[in-house]
């Protein structure tokens, strides 16, 4: 059976886990996507008002262009001017104004994205006599060859588009081409908060899903704990209630032969001995009965027959009713109450403390001490015992029925398991609770508390 239940468990932790790794892939797909449709509605966005650069300021632009014709002719003439021509364009004097209008026409055009964008060159080539190519530098996108924008890195950057742009000239009774490349390379500051908006009802729904598949989990595993528990309380329980009607039966079963030898009846002291002691494992077989009958009820199905009693007198006739059948136990009352009366089913509470008492005479107390106090309408009785004690780790079963108290893998005291069970079920009948303070070796003490008059 536990195998069965730790394969079960295992198996239902492998499902979870692959459960939990494709709604991963789910979101990240979805997300990956949500970005290159940003992406893709931002090129968009940005090639329509970029697509001719004359609507923003056409006289920048045509500043550009004598810029660059101006220092393909120089090249021509020069050629030495080569290593100049990079720091030229890249230091020109149109940069801030363009980078300023270019940005107002982003954030007039889409107010609602954040941008930060660089254009930065990435080819010079000069073609003389429409012939010959001379490609003055040709480098990839890096953030230093920035013509114009505020973009201080690539990084985190995609890129919009490419502009080729060509200029025609003559020096030196030649004609001449140049080609230049620009890149637009586009960082969105808030993109994420987007992607997250945008996939907020997946996220909610992803998140719930693994939060049920969860929560399930745990309900089925600890339904499947509890069954299993409750069947191994089953099973003690009958081997419990088996060795507990042996021994009755065996006598029973002994006496009766004994009575059928003619000896045995004609003998008026042996017949009498003999029918007593089948009168008391009788009377022996009917508690055994009645306490499991009256322990199959719940708290709210137990008839009081509550009357007005004087706490102290009540309590003190159960100590010295103790003190009469166990004379080895000391027994010992510390009232801080004085004549408090309360409303109780004499019997049943009486049970109830008693075993609470025969508890710990069961589990290696020498001496009980009996207190009460009273505060916040309640009154406390605290039994105390100096036994081998609880551990911690069974407390929340202890008042469980059919539940005893294990030394290892071993039941070293008899019961059914039914003692405690029927202590809750009394005091919660009575409207009050009980609870134990108690660890292995340091004794136990049982509280007990009672709505007072």
């Known amino acids: 059976m536990k195998k069965k239940i730790n394969l079960l468990i295992q198996f239902s932790v492998v499902v979870l886990i692959v459960l939990s790794v494709m709604q991963y892939y789910l979101v990240k797909t979805t997300y990956d996507y949500k970005v290159a449709q940003l992406r893709g509605e931002v090129k968009t966005k940005i090639a329509d008002i970029t697509n001719d650069y004359s609507d923003i300021d056409s006289t920048i632009f045509n500043k550009k262009d004598l810029l660059y014709r101006e220092l393909a002719t120089n090249y021509i003439i020069d050629p030495k001017t080569r290593n100049r021509i990079k720091n030229s364009i890249l230091q020109n004097?149109?940069?801030?104004?363009?980078?300023?209008?270019?940005?107002?026409?982003?954030?007039?055009?889409?107010p609602d994205l954040k941008l930060d964008f660089a254009i930065v060159l990435n080819k010079f080539v000069l073609y003389n006599n429409t012939k010959i190519a001379d490609t003055i530098f040709a480098e990839k996108p890096i953030i230093g060859n920035k013509l114009y924008g505020d973009l201080e890195s690539l990084d985190n950057a995609f890129l919009v588009r490419n502009y080729v742009g060509t200029t025609s000239g003559k020096a030196m009774s030649s004609d001449f081409k140049l080609l230049t490349e620009d890149a637009l390379y586009v960082s969105i500051t808030n993109w994420e908060a987007i992607i997250l908006k945008r996939m907020a009802v997946l996220f909610c729904f992803s998140i719930l899903s693994i939060l049920t598949l969860i929560t399930l989990f745990v309900i089925a595993l600890k339904a499947l704990i509890k069954q299993k528990k409750v069947s191994d309380v089953k099973t003690d329980f009958i081997n419990n209630i088996t060795h507990e009607l042996k021994t009755p039966l065996a006598t029973?079963?002994?006496?009766?032969?004994?009575?059928?030898?003619?000896?045995?009846?004609?003998?008026?002291?042996?017949?009498?001995?003999?029918?007593?002691?089948?009168?008391?494992?009788?009377?022996?077989?009917?508690?055994?009965?009645?306490?499991?009958?009256?322990?199959?009820?719940?708290?709210?199905?137990?008839?009081?027959?509550k009357e007005k009693i004087n706490s102290e007198v009540f309590l003190n006739s159960i100590s010295n009713d103790f003190k009469i059948s166990n004379p080895s136990i000391s027994i010992t009352t510390e009232f801080c109450t004085i004549e408090t009366f309360l409303f109780l089913d004499k019997f049943h509470l009486t049970t109830a403390i008693q075993n609470v008492l025969e508890n710990a005479v069961k589990y290696g107390c020498d001496s009980i001490i009996i207190r009460t106090s009273l505060s916040n309408n309640q009154f406390n009785i605290s039994i105390q015992d100096d036994g081998i004690g609880i551990s911690k780790s069974n407390h929340s079963l202890l008042f469980d029925k059919f539940y005893r108290v294990e030394e290892g893998n071993l039941h070293n005291t008899k019961g059914l398991g039914l003692g405690l069970y029927y202590v809750n079920q009394i005091i919660k009948a009575h409207k009050g609770t009980v609870a134990v303070i108690s660890d292995l070796g340091k004794g136990a003490v049982f509280n007990i508390s009672l709505p007072s008059v």
């Open 93 to 110: 004097k149109f940069k801030k104004e363009l980078t300023h209008k270019l940005q107002l026409k982003f954030e007039k055009e889409i």
């Open 252 to 305: 029973l079963a002994i006496s009766t032969k004994i009575l059928e030898r003619k000896d045995i009846r004609e003998n008026e002291n042996n017949f009498n001995n003999l029918v007593a002691t089948i009168s008391r494992q009788n009377n022996r077989l009917q508690k055994l009965i009645d306490q499991v009958l009256n322990n199959s009820l719940e708290d709210n199905e137990i008839e009081l027959q």
